[in-house]
């Protein structure tokens, strides 16, 4: 009956105006929540699931320096979709296929223009992933152009909605670098004798946006403390040496790091080798960094570092106490003989919410989502992360600041050390209120409460 | 500058230019000598490392002696690759020696590509290190030269690329070999009239050149990392050491490698703005004054 009453509701406003803005699914979805809460909602009574699959098209480095990154997302969604479909598919019922994989290495015209074709050609019902923040900032608008709904997984640039507010076929479920960069501030806040300090961040968006925020976020924090030298060594840089001994040189305080990937763990490696790690005290590596680095580094890992960011992305954080955690990092390890990196966790938030989306524009309008729906049921959702719950404000993902230290003190049956020690600093102290540009936030920032 | 990171860094940048050393100076014989532009000769720079980080990995049970670990990276590795690329010279290679210059690029570009999948299928896109126990740089541990503390590893490597360099030198001036090479980078067809067989002095040529860049990315990975990313790294990077130095010549090379490690090293040090630009800067400026390089207009081992 009153799944009946939704769809005459449908049949006299446009869907397109009925689902506008989430603000519109917000305060429709809490009243068919009610009316829908007792009780599964009843799939035989919904029309129009779709016989074919729910297509995929995933974006991501399947070559180039960052390929390791791309292969833990492709590994991961390959496992979820697998599960997913295990259990019927979405909401029990439609399954998932990724048709096509577009190899990010070939730019940003070439996805621009790959993109266009899948729009025009309509054979996809949404895009997925995407690695370089580069990349999102041209694609995401092209997608959404095409009105092609386009779940973007991995990325952290702040400036995505803030450069393109306008977007409603894009929902971001990986936080913002604010979060790694402001974390890292939140994490200066709470140590002693930190008076000067180095960054070392890749030569693009990613590492000057950190370099920035960092900068910015101890200065309004007014902690007393010198970024004495800011060095930007390129992407894929295979010797570190020289940067090795200048800051062994200088011997900072603390190093602060969004080198990511293959090239953190080539950084850290020969800054041990250079004696980086005696000559600092501390060092903050906030490049999405967790059990790769680890285990490409094994015994030879500096004990006096934070490694963490935009997430709690790490396969032993609240492993015992998260079941869906434990249940992810194993099978993971079981399918691939390692422990999922940050790829593998972005690609499986994205998933997340995409059934979380699907489920609730079901229950709210008793008929399979156009892509516009889909999107905007995706907006204001929470979900459960190993950090807790993840919070979407509108299409941006908050993720809250997670760091540990290097332990060999864990259960996993690796014989690589894990991350201990864990400081976890709530979203709202390392994110922007909805609505605030991330830059004015952050020259504005006080000092962190509690 | 005090007089340690004036030696830190000459040494960093003596290291480095050994390292681009291996990686380009086969590119510069290859081509003065068999005239074949071969794109893809620094990605058996990037092999070698993987090759080298797999094999010294797998070793660990077997022994982890450093003299045995160091023999490894320096003879067996580049003897396995030198008969691999003789195999390649053969069939991949062999067409390309007749075609124009800019289809040499197009194809041997293919044939970066293809080793770049045929490494990310054999060994993933993860970022691979050297296990601890195996590592000879790590067991070599530091020594001290001049009053300042030095990797011995990579004083290690200096020497190899020196030794290189002259037996390299060597080979052309006294061998019998080299100077059929020599001769051969003056007139092929007139060699090949005199009833020499530049087949075999060409695959000889090519699989040695081979297996001096698998040598180096042997020799880079116990201080780095092998990522995918190695290998089109150098693939540039020896492209600018040959256009700085000049196509075809051995003193070239070790010039180029020379002035770009340590000007890369000093510049990062001291200006870590231009980084990026402090390479691809050197090479515009040797364009504009000196297009054909340094060492251009002159044969091998002029």
């Not at chain 1, 030298?229 to 570190?240: A, C, I, K, N």
Request: net charge negative.
């Amino acid at each position: 009956m009153n799944t009946q009453l939704m769809n005459e509701n449908n049949s006299h406003v446009s869907r397109r105006n009925f689902l506008k803005g989430s603000a519109a699914v917000t305060t429709v979805g809490s009243l068919a929540g009610c009316v829908l809460l007792e009780g599964d909602f009843g799939t035989e009574e919904i029309d129009g699931i779709p016989d074919e699959p729910f297509r995929i098209v995933q974006l991501l480095f399947e070559s180039g320096p960052p390929a390791f990154y791309g292969e833990e997302a492709r590994n991961a969604s390959e496992m979820l979709v697998e599960q997913i479909n295990d259990d019927g598919g979405l909401i029990g019922e439609r399954e998932i296929e990724v048709v096509d994989r577009l190899d990010e290495d070939a730019g940003p015209d070439s996805l621009i223009s790959d993109v266009q074709a899948m729009a025009q050609e309509g054979e996809v019902d949404m895009i997925m992933g995407i690695v370089s923040s580069a990349h999102s900032l041209a694609v995401a608008p092209a997608a959404d152009d095409q009105q092609l709904p386009f779940l973007v997984t991995m990325p952290g640039t702040y400036q995505l909605f803030e450069e393109n507010p306008e977007m409603d076929h894009v929902v971001r479920t990986a936080g913002t670098n604010a979060a790694g960069a402001v974390g890292a501030v939140r994490m200066v806040e709470q140590m002693d004798d930190v008076e000067t300090v180095i960054t070392v961040d890749p030569d693009y968006a990613w590492g000057h946006d950190h370099q920035e925020m960092f900068t910015a976020g101890l200065d309004a924090v007014g902690a007393d403390v010198e970024v004495v030298e800011s060095r930007y060594p390129e992407l894929g840089e295979t010797d570190y040496s020289a940067h090795v001994s200048a800051i062994a040189d200088e011997s900072p305080d603390l190093l602060f790091s969004s080198l990511w990937g293959g090239d953190i763990s080539t950084f850290v490696s020969q800054g041990v080798a250079g004696g980086l790690f005696e000559a600092v005290d501390e060092a903050l590596l906030i490049g999405d960094t967790g059990a790769p680095l680890l285990d490409s580094l094994g015994a030879d890992m500096p004990e006096n570092v934070w490694l963490g960011g935009r997430g709690g992305y790490q396969p032993n954080y609240r492993y015992d106490e998260d079941e869906a955690h434990r249940e992810f990092v194993d099978e993971y390890y079981e399918r691939y003989d390692q422990l999922p990196g940050w790829g593998a966790y972005h690609e499986w938030m994205g998933f997340e919410a995409l059934q979380e989306g699907v489920e609730r524009a079901v229950q709210i309008i008793g008929d399979w989502p156009t892509g516009e729906q889909l999107m905007a049921s995706m907006n204001n959702i929470a979900f459960e992360a190993p950090h807790g719950q993840h919070t979407m404000h509108g299409p941006q993902a908050v993720a809250p600041a997670v760091f540990g230290r290097p332990t060999d003190d864990h259960d996993l049956p690796v014989d690589h050390p894990l991350l201990g020690e864990f400081e976890f600093i709530e979203a709202a102290e390392v994110n922007p209120p909805e609505g605030v540009l991330t830059m004015d936030w952050v020259d504005e920032i006080e000092p962190m409460t509690g | 500058m005090p007089i340690e990171s004036l030696m830190v860094n000459t040494f960093n940048g003596l290291y480095f230019a050994a390292l681009l050393f291996f990686a380009s100076v086969g590119l510069t014989l290859v081509f003065g000598i068999l005239n074949l532009l071969n794109m893809a000769h620094a990605a058996f720079y990037g092999l070698g490392a993987y090759v080298a980080v797999w094999t010294l990995n797998n070793m660990g049970d077997i022994t982890t002696s450093t003299v045995v670990l160091l023999a490894v990276l320096v003879l067996v590795i580049p003897l396995v690759v030198f008969v691999l690329s003789a195999v390649l010279d053969k069939t991949v290679f062999a067409p390309l020696y007749e075609i124009e210059p800019v289809y040499q690029l197009l194809a041997t570009f293919g044939v970066i590509l293809m080793l770049d999948d045929v490494i990310k299928f054999i060994w993933g896109a993860s970022p691979i290190t050297v296990d601890g126990a195996v590592d000879p740089s790590r067991q070599l541990g530091t020594l001290d030269l001049l009053g300042i503390s030095v990797s011995a590893y990579r004083s290690v490597v200096i020497l190899i690329a020196i030794a290189c360099a002259v037996g390299l030198y060597l080979m052309f001036v006294k061998t019998k070999l080299g100077k059929i090479s020599q001769a051969m980078s003056e007139d092929y067809e007139m060699v090949q009239m005199l009833g020499i067989n530049v087949n075999r002095v060409r695959i000889m040529i090519f699989s040695i050149s081979v297996a001096i860049a698998a040598l180096g990315g042997a020799l880079f990975v116990p201080f780095a990392t092998a990522t995918p990313a190695v290998t089109l790294e150098y693939v540039l990077l020896s492209f600018a050491v040959i256009v700085i130095g000049g196509l075809g010549s051995l003193k070239g090379v070790v010039v180029a490698a020379l002035v770009i490690g340590m000007v890369r090293s000093f510049g990062i040090a001291y200006y870590p703005a231009l980084e990026l630009a402090i390479v691809f800067g050197l090479m515009a400026v040797v364009i504009i004054f000196k297009p054909e390089g340094l060492f251009g207009d002159e044969g091998v081992v002029e």
